[in-house]
């Protein structure tokens, strides 16, 4: 069977770095699936949950903005931040996602109501991708 080799990178250095069978990714544009053969291509992605496939198991991570790029079966995914499902600490992003919604029901300036909508998505992400892990 062929694979992928995918690599997520993030400013603390290289979360995953190996091969897969599939990759699903939250793009700006909609969710996208890659397997072997894709076409070359690049995406902005979204705060969401990346899967990946690789031997009959799935793996979850949270990811925020950045980019995919796919070329060559290899998908490289650079985001400002990256964890995966078993590190992500459920309490701390609920804590996180309350905090969020408070600012946005205050918030009166547009940038930091949009500062707070981002950081609202990332937390749900982060909590969506913590349960699966339970």
Known sequence: ???????????????????????????????????PGHINFLSGIVPGELRFYHGGSSEYIAVSSGFAEVSNNRVSIVTDAAEKACDIDLERACRARDRARERMEKEKDPADFLRAEVALKKAISRIKVAEKAI
């Open 1 to 35: 069977m062929k694979t992928l080799f995918l690599e997520v990178l993030t400013p603390e250095g290289v979360l995953v770095s190996q091969e897969v069978d599939m990759v699903v990714v939250p793009g700006t544009e909609g969710e996208f699936g890659v397997l």
